[in-house]
């Protein structure tokens, strides 16, 4: 398996997982429990456009693709531990 693949997966199994931990999402989900599809798709784009680079820069593709799965990891880590600090949103007037 090649870099950019093992992070596609990676990338794949942390929106999933975090779908699924996120199960106080409001509104009629096509499944209940997993990410709206449109987080899937928009990982394929990202991924596939980094897949298309050329032979020379399949090395560098992978870090960045690395990068990103490191990126939503870090978005889905609590708070406690690193993860983002939510703030309440100011009241509406």
Request: hydrophobic share 55%.
């Amino acid at each position: 398996m090649t870099g950019l693949l093992s992070a596609f997966a990676a990338e794949v199994i942390l929106i999933t997982w975090r779908g699924a931990k996120a199960g106080k999402l409001k509104g009629d989900l096509p499944v209940k429990g997993l990410p709206v599809p449109a987080d899937y798709v928009g990982a394929m784009i990202i991924f596939g456009f980094l897949a298309a680079a050329p032979e020379s820069l399949k090395r560098p593709a992978g870090l960045v693709g690395w990068g990103l799965v490191v990126a939503t990891a870090l978005n889905v880590l609590p708070a406690s531990i690193g993860g983002p600090k939510t703030t309440a949103a100011p009241a509406a007037a």
